[in-house]
């Protein structure tokens, strides 16, 4: 009997087991979520076979392309230039082209393509405030505007203090004679402009028969080379710098290019250079974390730039530079690296772009662009390869030259860093800061600063001073050359070195 009950309670135990557990496996097991539903945090879809950690920097984001092939070997392959077509110089084993201009002027801001360099001018190295000088002309009122020039022709721009009354000048580049001193824009109750700023610090882009000026907010106008008559101008363009305008406009292809990135409004516009129309307007779009315009601003000089056999337009903005189609203004791809206030043109390195984010941790970086697919839904990231912020300008345009990086920053320090991997390969402090970009005739570097230092350099991977001079006046603008002459505008003259 007692067999028997032993025997029921097994039988009644085991299926009290099995009516409890019937759904729960020996031993649990773990499913790994597949790529397809893998929460990854980037600005595009990836498509890949390779595990991404989450936790880790994202790399380079290439969209896979459908109706268009991107070679292997050449994926990012790009030269820079201005007033298309595009126009280069290669030597036979160059990797990437040398860019310049389509008439080899000095037509804009930081000379053809914005590279700061016009190879084979053979400068003057002893220069001073009478020596090698073949003219000196003065220019009224204020403004760091850069000087730019035409076959004959020097143009800048110039303003009253107060903003009042803004002119663009015309000098004949042979005698220093002022052509024309054109009054282009009166204002009423101009906005603050900072005191290390002024109402005429946008530097114009001209062409043998029409010179392009900019004020910011207070106007754009086309004058005619020749009679300076306005041909057309635009007064609606309005966004507040907050400090004072900055950024210079760009020509290419019949159209003007500027960037807008105020404290209240941040938006990229191209226009008719024919006409003055706006060909396409694109709001910039970026998560910049704060409601503090003042994190917001930037002051930066788009630049074109050919990559992967698609022209695009690249315009650093705080926080992010983005590309955008210079047709349309349809966005390529963008880059987050932080920081505000960027002022300097993005230049080539090898086959990457080098960055200026003004202030901020990574403040000069290099990028590896992202060829165009016209093709992908939505806008692809571009990566960054290397990043310094030790001794960088926040204002000035490092000039690249043989592979190496030369920076003038606003803390008196002149810096050599490889192009390759941003190592810094020597730096030394001068007594006096510099606003305006080192500049090259690929032989010899000239700075400027604005206590009235001129440096001129030996590119190299030691500090090699050929001559230090000082001016009676300050210079806040970066100097242009052309045959044979380097002109340098200080605060209330242009020069003529030859």
Not at 13 to 20: G, K, S, T, V, Y
Not at 397 to 409: C, F, G, H, K
Not at 468 to 473: D, I, N, S
Request: net charge negative; aromatic share 8%; charged share 25%.
């Amino acid at each position: 009997m007692r067999l028997q009950l032993f025997l029921l309670g097994l039988v009644g135990l085991a299926l009290l087991n099995l009516r409890c557990g019937q759904h729960e496996p020996a031993s649990p097991q773990v499913t790994a979520p597949t790529p397809s539903t893998e929460q990854i945090e980037t600005t595009a879809p990836v498509k890949t076979t390779t595990p991404i950690k989450t936790t880790d920097p994202i790399p380079f984001l290439t969209p896979e392309p459908q109706n268009e092939t991107i070679p292997d070997d050449d994926p990012a392959v790009f030269v820079f230039g201005s007033d298309g077509p595009l126009d280069t110089q290669d030597g036979e084993d160059a990797a990437i082209s040398i860019p310049v201009g389509k008439d080899g002027y000095w037509s804009e801001y930081r000379g053809p393509g914005g590279t700061g360099i016009l190879a084979g001018q053979e400068l003057p190295t002893e220069l001073g405030d009478e020596t090698n000088v073949k003219w000196k002309t003065a220019i009224h009122d204020r403004g760091w505007s850069s000087p730019v020039l035409n076959k004959k022709q020097i143009w800048l721009t110039t303003a009253t203090e107060d903003g009042k009354k803004m002119y663009a000048v015309c000098v004949d580049r042979d005698t220093g004679e002022i052509i024309h001193d054109k009054l282009v824009f009166t204002n009423a109750e101009p906005l603050f402009c900072h005191e290390t700023n002024t109402y005429a610090s946008c530097t114009p882009v001209v062409t043998d028969e029409r010179a392009y000026v900019h004020f910011g907010r207070y106007g754009t106008a086309c004058l005619d080379s020749n009679t300076a008559d306005v041909l057309w101008e635009r007064r609606d363009i309005l966004y507040d710098s907050f400090r004072g305008p900055g950024s210079s406009p760009i020509l290419w292809d019949g159209k003007l290019f500027f960037s807008c990135d105020g404290v209240d409004e941040q938006f990229v516009i191209a226009l008719n250079a024919e006409t003055g129309e706006t060909v396409w307007k694109k709001n910039r779009d970026i998560d910049y974390g704060t409601d503090n315009g003042d994190w917001k601003k930037a002051y930066c000089t788009p630049v074109i730039a050919q990559i992967g056999g698609s022209v695009q337009l690249i315009c650093p903005a705080a926080v992010e530079t983005i590309s955008y189609d210079p047709q349309t203004g349809k966005e390529h791809w963008r880059v987050r690296h932080g920081g505000m206030n960027a002022a300097a043109r993005p230049q080539r390195v090898g086959d990457k772009l080098l960055i200026l984010a003004g202030d901020g941790d990574q403040a000069m970086i290099a990028v590896q662009p992202v060829p165009l697919v016209d093709t992908f839904p939505r806008t692809p990231e571009a990566s960054i390869t290397w990043a310094d912020g030790q001794m960088v300008p926040k204002r000035a345009t490092p000039l690249v030259l043989n592979d190496r990086i030369y920076s003038a920053s606003d803390k008196g320090i002149l810096s050599c860093r490889n192009a390759e991997n941003g190592e810094m390969i020597w730096r030394e402090r001068v007594r006096d800061v510099f606003w305006g970009s080192p500049v090259s005739d690929g032989e010899n570097i000239f700075v400027c600063g604005k206590e009235g230092t001129v440096l001129v350099l030996s590119p190299g991977d030691e500090y090699d001073e050929v001559n230090l001079v000082t001016f009676p006046e300050g210079f806040w603008a970066t100097p242009a050359i052309g045959d044979g002459a380097l002109y340098l505008r200080s605060e209330h003259h242009l020069y003529c070195i030859q």
